[in-house]
């Protein structure tokens, strides 16, 4: 989604004026605009995975077009069990612009998969999910940071201490 996406690039905009990240996930990445964002914030590896083979082909394409190749190792997998994701955790930075159900069912692993000072970036949400998202990643030990909105849509930044 357009705008969630938005809120996610204005989040990662913030972060880089405040902090350098090294390990950093894209989860659900869809067509890998994000995991470019990133690439070019902080000239780091990214982790960009997707549970549609044809995003993580699409986000392939992308990262090569706009040079950044280098840095986005794209991959297809269903949340956070997958290999790629296991050898490179845990990560300093998680994006997740999914929806808030998977949010929801995922908070368990993300957060887990999350180092200790790292922050999170949650969006694919409506505002009105905002405490039900959080209240999924506050009982895994996650801090609520701020909220980037766009009209209905929402963008939560949280940490883990």
Request: with cysteine; net charge positive.
């Amino acid at each position: 989604d357009l705008e969630t996406t938005a809120l996610c690039l204005d989040a990662l905009t913030q972060l880089a004026r405040v902090r350098r990240f090294r390990h950093i996930l894209d989860l659900g990445c869809g067509t890998g605009v994000l995991a470019i964002a990133a690439a070019k914030l902080w000239r780091v590896a990214i982790t960009a995975t997707d549970i549609d083979p044809v995003a993580v082909a699409v986000a392939r394409d992308n990262a090569r077009i706009n040079r950044e190749a280098p840095f986005i190792r794209a991959v297809t997998a269903d949340g956070l069990v997958h290999p790629a994701i296991r050898t490179h955790a845990p990560f300093e930075l998680i994006v997740a612009n999914i929806l808030a159900g998977p949010l929801t069912y995922l908070a368990p692993s993300l957060s887990a998969a999350l180092a200790p000072g790292g922050v999170t970036v949650l969006s694919g949400l409506l505002r009105n999910q905002e405490n039900l998202v959080l209240s999924f990643y506050r009982s895994q030990g996650l801090v609520f940071l701020r909220a980037l909105r766009d009209g209905p849509w929402s963008a939560l930044v949280l940490k883990r201490p």
